[in-house]
């Protein structure tokens, strides 16, 4: 430990997390890092599918873009990765992931120093094994990862995440909106209606469908976004399907830049628990997140948000299926959704009228 404090390291590489929300709540990493390194070269380490959200980030030097690994450790994408890593010569590797073939890979891509936590059978891979934090079920994962870096004498803080956009890229996601048919100052709502993690996180898409026709027929101003991957098209297209012009599906049909930019000009945002929350979140958009299955504690959006979830035994389950019907998201009603977002609404309609 005072070995480690003591060092001065020069190289740092930093293994991201897989998914979008963790690789957002992890992103205060880089800044601290930076903070306690000013003079390093860091370099961040990110699946290529996701490695975007981090090109403006002002406290790194590099991406290190990669396909993902798996346990096949001589397959050609990890001898790939394990001689960039060499080449690299890093002195510090610190590890947002808690996987044995990610400390694996570093181990044998001669890492000098290994920092992470100490996890499935990976512990003798690393040379800084940390134990994780026994409030770490009940601590949000922001904290939780900047834990991590306590041996290098970097303190937690309330260090929120935050996603770099230029100028160029906010005035490229007005235009699409623009030719989109949305007109300037009315109120713009977006919707994510899915999420990676699977069903068990998902409000149910007549729910979302039937909020939506509400809203649009309530408000004759009122604009939606509706986002989501490829794998979601067919559900959006279900949902927005019918429903009026006002209501743009854009799922599919976006880069996680261009979403990211989309995302900075609502005025709210609805969404399960998911990445697209934890970019509002990071781009200081309001969010109304609709949480069953996973925690609020652990999860949940930071900054300004309203967190709808239901007090029951079951939940949080942390599972991908469920046998009861997935009550925690269907005891969500249509109607306690529509009355948060209309209290937005209002709410921003009085402070324009005030202006």
Request: hydrophobic fraction near 40%; proline fraction near 5%; glycine fraction near 6%.
């Amino acid at each position: 430990m005072n070995l480690v404090l003591a060092t001065d390291f020069k190289n740092i590489i930093i293994r991201m997390p897989n998914w979008v929300g963790d690789l957002v709540m992890a992103m205060p990493i880089l800044q601290k890092v930076r903070q306690r390194f000013p003079h390093a070269r860091i370099t961040a380490m990110c699946l290529d599918t996701i490695s975007s959200l981090l090109e403006k980030d002002p406290h790194i030097d590099e991406i290190f873009s990669f396909r993902k690994e798996d346990g096949q450790f001589l397959r050609q994408e990890n001898r790939d990765v394990v001689m960039t890593l060499r080449k690299g010569g890093y002195d510090l590797g610190i590890l947002l992931t808690n996987s044995f073939s990610s400390a694996w890979l570093f181990w044998q891509g001669k890492v000098a120093y290994r920092l992470g936590y100490a996890a499935f059978g990976r512990t003798w891979l690393l040379n800084i094994p940390v134990a994780y934090p026994k409030t770490r079920k009940s601590q949000h994962l922001v904290l939780t990862y900047q834990q991590l870096l306590h041996p290098l004498g970097i303190s937690s803080s309330s260090t929120r995440p935050k996603i770099y956009l230029d100028k160029e890229e906010i005035e490229q996601a007005k235009a699409l909106l623009y030719d989109k048919g949305y007109p300037k100052q009315k109120f713009l709502l977006g919707i994510n209606a899915d999420a990676a993690y699977g069903e068990t996180k998902r409000w149910p898409q007549e729910r979302f469908r039937e909020l939506a026709q509400q809203l649009l027929e309530i408000y004759p101003d009122l604009y939606i976004l509706f986002f989501g991957d490829q794998s979601s098209v067919p559900r959006i297209k279900a949902i927005t399907s019918g429903l009026s012009k006002r209501a743009i599906n854009l799922a599919g049909l976006t880069t996680l830049r261009e979403l990211a930019g989309l995302i900075f000009c609502l005025d709210l945002l609805v969404t399960n628990d998911s990445g697209p929350m934890h970019m509002a979140s990071a781009l200081d958009i309001p969010v109304v997140a609709l949480f069953g299955s996973t925690s609020e504690l652990v999860t949940g959006p930071v900054g300004e948000a309203i967190v709808i979830k239901k007090p029951l035994r079951c939940s949080p389950c942390f599972k991908r299926r469920c046998k009861k019907n997935i009550v925690c998201m269907r005891s969500i009603s249509t109607q306690e959704v529509l009355n948060i977002i209309q209290k937005k609404i209002d709410e921003k309609n009085s402070a324009t009228n005030i202006a």
